[in-house]
């Protein structure tokens, strides 16, 4: 016999040292002894979907220009944190690049089509003198390196603009991107009190408890159930009563969701 069949959990009841509404510890008010034979489904999922397509995880612009004899290295630009349409995606880009490349006499113009979602970027040497040329590198992760920065640390926006090799605009010769706003395609839940690290990944991760795709867009509430039986974790033979949990992306970063709350439900079955 089960004593408890369900347990239901709120991230408004978070412990007091969890971290965030994405990396928490629950505890239940007592003790659940689980017996052999026993799985459990995640189940009633209901989260607000409230993180941003441009976060502190990928708003980072990394550049090297060439100016006559000269190359500079651009490390400091920063797209603002927001939820972006192709359009106002576009405008920012160029706004926050501008600042650096002006002083320099030079420009960026970035336009966004949207029928074939593509962005424009047309790069201008406007000084006096244009001895020795000029060029703009937008720099791929792997060759991000500069003091206290590196690939592993980058957080760049390439993953946005499809980006995977530095890219090189000349002036006057147009380079088009294609632009990738969904940052977040699926959310993992992962959990080593409920994990039995039998499952696997090819991101790293061992302990996912259930996968969740992004079926709502910003700032609906995104529903998800287990709809199939083999969808469960196997659960014998342990005793729950503090509990931890992240709610992570593919490529392991926690889910900012701008401190609004979320809940789901675990349904503990006998198997027969």
């Known amino acids: 016999m089960l004593a408890i069949k369900k347990v239901y959990i709120d991230t408004r009841f978070k412990t ?5 509404d994405s990396d928490f510890f629950v505890e239940l008010p007592m003790t659940v002894n689980i017996p052999d034979r026993c799985v459990c489904y995640i189940d009633d999922i209901v989260i607000p979907v409230s993180w941003t397509s441009v976060n502190e995880k990928n708003n980072n612009i990394y550049m090297r220009v060439q100016v006559g004899e000269s190359y ?3 490390s400091d630009i920063t797209m603002e944190i927001g939820n972006y349409s192709g359009t106002s995606f576009a405008v920012e880009f160029k706004r926050v690049v501008n600042l650096t490349l002006n002083p320099l006499s030079l420009s960026l113009d970035v336009t966004y089509d949207v029928r074939n979602n593509k962005l424009k970027f047309l790069f201008s040497d406007d000084r006096a003198n244009q001895t020795g040329g000029s060029n703009l590198v937008i720099l791929a992760d792997s060759e991000v390196l500069f003091d206290g920065i590196s ?9 946005a603009l499809r980006l995977q090799k530095s890219v090189q605009i000349l002036p006057g010769i147009p380079y088009y991107s294609y632009l990738d706003l969904h940052t977040v395609r699926n959310l993992y839940l992962s959990s080593s009190s409920l994990g039995s690290f039998n499952t696997i990944s090819n991101f790293g991760s061992d302990v996912i408890i259930k996968k969740i795709p992004v079926r709502a867009d910003y700032n609906e509430m995104l529903f998800d159930n287990s709809e199939s039986g083999y969808d469960y974790l196997e659960v014998s033979k342990r005793s729950l009563r503090r509990i931890d949990f992240r709610l992570q992306d593919s490529t392991g970063n926690i889910i900012n969701l701008n401190n609004n709350h979320w809940s789901f439900s675990l349904i503990f079955q006998l198997l027969g």
């Open 16 to 20: 007091s040292e969890s971290k965030s």
């Open 72 to 74: 500079v290295l651009l």
């Open 151 to 159: 690939p592993a640390t980058a957080n760049s926006i390439n993953s």
